[in-house]
């Protein structure tokens, strides 16, 4: 075990130490809100968040492929046109975090009719809890600190604008959740 660590902690591991460092992060919140969320009766938006989390990891994967296309189409690179690979990495990083942010508050928005202040705060919580976990999988594909220090101010920043003007959340992303209705 101590060889694994060694070796996954080596410099040359560090894309996929920040991955699975993502998805384990991604199963913990689960395993911690789970039994939570069940005790309030409100279980279904574990279940809810994580469908989403999946669409996220999708969707994230899928972009990092287009985006590594696209910039290898107008030869963009971090050594020939360092300006515009990194300003497209993180135009595409903050959409898809504020696109977490959207979701994550509108589904929880989903889940606090009719409950008590204490319950109404801890879905809240778990919402926005959710956005840190979504920083964490964001980032481990988009590793860069400028990534790292927009992305987290944005997600939790979006989250509480959208949860206070939800409509703005689904102006913005209404048409891609609409593909994922049940």
Known sequence: MGDLARWLTHDDQKDLFEILLALVLNVLFFVLIGPVLWLVDRQRLAFDLARGYGVLWIVLCGTMVLVRRIQSLFRVDLYERANAFVASNLAVSCFLQVGWS????????????????????????????SCLIAFFVVSSMYQGAIYKLVSLPLALTGFLAFSVWPASGRALYGWFFRLFER
């Not at 589904?107 to 202040?117: D, L």
């Open 102 to 129: 959207a979701f994550a508050a509108l589904t929880v928005r989903g889940f606090v009719t009719g409950a008590s202040a204490w319950v109404l705060v801890l879905v809240y919580l778990v919402g926005a809890l």
